[in-house]
C-alpha cells in the first residue's frame, strides 16, 4: 500500500470517528494527527489535549501551542499526575502502562465531559513492533490509534508533514524523560529536572539528536556517532562536565556506541518485555 492510499484510508478512518480527542504533545506524530483531524473533520469537532508535567521536556509546550494555534485547533491543557502514581515512580518495566492509563483515564474524562465519542492517540505503525507498554494501555481502555490503523510509518508521517508544510517534519522525537532513567532507579521530580534540563545545554550547543542518560550520579551522554568528535573536543567537552557537574552529576561520560532509541530497554530480556506487554 503507498502512502496515498495509507493517506486514504486515515481521512476514512477521521470521518467514521467524526469527533474526536487528540492526545498531543507537539511531536511529529500528534502534530500531523491534529492536522489531518482538523482538515477532515473541521476545527469545530477537534480537541487537543496536551499533558503538562515534570516528565515533559520544559521546551514541548509553547512549540506545540503554536502549531495547534496554527491549525487552528483548539488546545487545552491537561495535568500529568504521573508522579502521584507510586507505580509510575517505582520505575519497572510497565512504567510506560501506568502512565499512559493515567492519561487514558483523563483524556476519556475530558472527552466524557465535552460529549465527544473518542479519543485517538498518535501511535505510528513503526511503534506496534516496538516495545511500548504503553500500546497495552490504549487496548484496555479503547482509545484508537488512527495512524497506526492505516499502516503510517514514521517516514511516512515526516514525508506528508514535508507536504502539508508542518514545523514538525524533520523534528527529531522527544519521549518522556522518564525514559532516560533505568529500570528500578525511583523516578523523582529532581531527576527529570536534571535530564531536562542536561539536555538543554547539549541543545545550546547545537546537538540535534541525542539524550542524557539518568544512573543516579552518572549523566551517561549519547550523541549521533558523528558527533562524538564534536561533543569530546575542547572547548565543548570541559563545558559540558562543568555545567552537567553543577546540575549534581558527580560524572559525566560519553556512551561511544552513540545515540540510539530506547537503549535503556537492552537490559531487558526478551521475557521480561512479553510479561510487560502481556496483560
Not at 515512580?89 to 472527552?111: E, G, M, Q
Not at 541543545?203 to 564534536?230: C, L, M, N, Y
Not at 532509541?261 to 537490559?267: I, K, P, R, V
Amino acid at each position: 500500500m503507498d502512502i496515498t492510499e495509507k493517506k486514504r484510508l486515515l481521512d476514512g478512518i477521521l470521518r467514521e470517528l467524526g469527533r474526536v480527542v487528540v492526545a498531543y504533545s507537539g511531536g511529529v506524530d500528534s502534530s500531523y494527527l491534529l492536522k489531518a483531524a482538523v482538515d477532515t473533520l473541521g476545527p469545530q469537532n477537534i480537541l487537543a489535549c496536551i499533558s503538562i508535567g515534570p516528565a515533559e521536556p520544559e521546551n514541548t509546550y509553547e512549540r506545540a501551542r503554536k502549531i495547534a494555534k496554527d491549525l487552528g485547533a483548539e488546545l487545552t491543557v491537561v495535568e500529568a499526575g504521573e508522579l502521584d502514581d507510586p507505580q509510575f515512580t517505582a520505575n519497572n518495566a510497565d512504567r510506560c502502562f501506568h502512565c499512559k492509563s493515567h492519561l487514558c483515564r483523563t483524556l476519556l474524562d475530558v472527552a466524557k465531559q465535552r460529549g465527544i465519542p473518542h479519543v485517538i492517540f498518535g501511535t505510528n505503525h513503526d511503534d506496534l513492533d516496538d516495545f511500548r507498554p504503553g500500546n497495552r494501555a490504549m487496548k484496555v481502555f479503547g482509545i484508537r490509534s488512527p495512524l497506526a490503523e492505516a499502516g503510517l510509518t514514521k517516514n511516512d508521517i515526516r514525508e506528508l508533514s514535508r507536504e502539508a508544510g508542518l514545523p514538525t517534519a524533520n523534528q527529531p522525537a522527544s519521549p518522556c524523560l522518564a525514559s532516560r532513567i533505568p529500570y528500578g532507579l525511583e523516578v523523582t521530580e529532581q531527576r527529570l529536572r536534571q535530564i531536562d534540563q542536561a539536555e538543554g545545554i547539549l541543545r545550546s550547543f547545537g546537538f540535534v539528536e541525542f539524550r542524557v542518560r539518568h544512573h543516579d550520579t552518572i549523566a551517561r551522554i549519547e550523541v549521533r556517532s558523528q558527533d562524538v568528535p564534536k561533543l569530546v573536543a575542547e572547548p565543548v567537552r570541559s563545558k559540558v562536565v562543568e555545567r552537567l557537574k553543577a546540575l549534581g552529576f558527580q560524572f559525566v561520560t560519553v556512551d561511544l556506541q552513540g545515540f540510539r532509541s530506547g537503549s535503556l530497554n537492552e537490559s531487558l530480556s526478551d521475557r521480561e518485555k512479553k510479561a510487560t506487554l502481556e496483560p
